[in-house]
């Protein structure tokens, strides 16, 4: 395929060199406003340019991938599915009820690939609930804890400041319920059950420096930490944390708990767990911590400084866990430096794959919009003073619809 990159920021040029060296990706062009950042990009990767979004829906390309500001989303790809492109969008799918189901309209009407890109789904403690999930193991679900901790000191002033001008901080208070699908969507893809209700509270931030508050931000947003607990399909519970202001890094996006009625998951700072339950109560707790964490970090462990080196996240960053290590790449991505945990050539990987087969890939439009919309319910019930608020469902994909299989046994 012929792809379109939409933005030439700073996520995006983690993914170019993957899709340009992907064998199933032909061309790769690359469209921003900013001048300067397209001849970076041309410079760096060698990549042709254009001026806009605009200009590369007008083109040839067959598929876009959108990695614009986290509010744009949604406009984008609903234009894109549109001018008949597939499309794979950095999180979230949307930030209104109107967009997303519009794109999963489209999704349906068009036979287009939609693919929201979630890291986390390729996170070793999702990966191990997915697989110990269908294994049996935990018996039945009963309630899950995940947490997205990101500290607006941890490098998001710096981020948003990049595309924001002397405006940034009209998106940076942006709601953290928003952009929850990295504490949603890993607890639904092991789960397979969807969000039915959800009950929010909002902690108002203190810091005053202008991001969070009321006429702040786009959205009058006064929450810089909120949590929700869901109510799922399947009768469990979880409580998602979303978290801006914290005196916590690592760990910083991770399922905490996974507890089912015969077997538990845990991860605690550095160390993963399975506890299991004998007939009779008795239980037994494995740790699953070399098999979770990267080589690199239990390399580390027992020497001088690793606790505050694991707290300030200096190791793991794009080395891939032996669980997700085991699912091979096409060789043209191998040695390709890349972040989060070693995750995007998965994703890069997946996108490819589902345009190339017409197979539905990970977070496909219909589980993109049940990994999302439990967001905006939350917001809209924090506002609310934590009144439980119903979430919309778009059910599931065409009958007939293939899921697309993964080469390492692990979908
Ligand atoms: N783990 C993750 O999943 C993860 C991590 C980081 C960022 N993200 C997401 O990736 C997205 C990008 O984040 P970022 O930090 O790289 O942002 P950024 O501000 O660095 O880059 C966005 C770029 O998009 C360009 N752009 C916006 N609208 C455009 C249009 N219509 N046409 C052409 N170019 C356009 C901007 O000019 C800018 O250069 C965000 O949505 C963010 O939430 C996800």
């Known amino acids: 395929m012929r792809l379109g990159v939409i933005g030439a920021g700073q996520f995006s040029a983690d993914f170019l060199p993957l899709w340009r060296a992907h064998p199933l990706v032909e061309e790769v062009v690359v469209a921003d406003r900013h001048p300067e950042r397209r001849e970076e990009f041309a410079a760096r990767f060698g990549v042709a340019t254009l001026p806009d979004a605009d200009a590369l829906l007008g083109s040839e390309v067959d598929a876009v991938a959108i990695f614009a500001q986290r509010h744009l989303h949604g406009p984008l790809a609903i234009a894109a599915l549109e001018a008949g492109k597939h499309v794979y969008s950095a999180v979230p799918m949307g930030v209104t009820a109107e967009e997303i189901a519009r794109i999963v309209e489209l999704a349906g009407t068009t036979g287009l690939t939609y693919m929201m ?111 929700a607990l869901h109510r799922l399909s399947n009768g469990g519970v979880h409580r998602v944390v979303e978290f801006r202001r914290a005196g916590l890094r690592r760990p910083g996006t991770h399922i905490g708990l996974f507890l089912g009625t015969a077997a538990t998951y845990e991860f605690a700072f550095s160390r993963h767990y399975l506890h299991r339950s004998d007939p009779d109560g008795e239980m037994h707790v494995e740790d699953v911590s070399a098999l979770l964490n990267a080589p690199e970090l239990e390399a580390a462990r027992g020497r001088p400084g690793f606790d505050d080196d694991v707290g300030n996240a200096r190791i793991e960053g794009g080395i891939a866990s032996p669980i997700l290590a085991r699912r091979e790449l096409p060789r043209e991505l191998g040695g390709i430096p890349t972040t989060h945990r070693g995750t995007p050539p998965y994703l890069v990987d997946d996108f490819a794959r589902a345009v190339a087969t017409g197979a539905l890939p990970p977070h496909h439009a219909w589980d993109a919009a049940r990994a999302t919309l439990p967001g905006l319910a939350s917001h809209e019930s924090a506002l609310r003073g934590g009144e439980a608020v119903t979430v919309p469902d778009h059910g599931d994909p065409p009958a007939g619809s293939v899921l697309l299989e993964s080469s390492g046994g692990e979908g």
Do not use: I, K
């Open 117 to 227: 890109g979630e890291t986390c789904h390729y996170y070793p403690g999702a990966m191990f609930c997915r697989e110990q999930q269908r294994l049996g193991t935990f018996g039945d679900f009963v309630y899950a804890e995940s947490q997205y901790v990101h500290d607006m000191r941890h490098g998001f002033y710096a981020a948003y400041q990049h595309s924001g001008g002397s405006d940034w901080r009209r998106v940076a208070g942006f709601p953290p319920m928003l952009y929850s699908t990295h504490t949603v969507a890993p607890v639904l893809a092991a789960t397979g059950a969807r969000v039915t209700s959800v009950s929010c509270l909002g902690v108002e931030d203190r810091d005053g420096d202008g991001v969070f508050g009321e006429d702040a931000n786009l959205w009058s947003n006064p929450y810089s930490n909120q949590v």
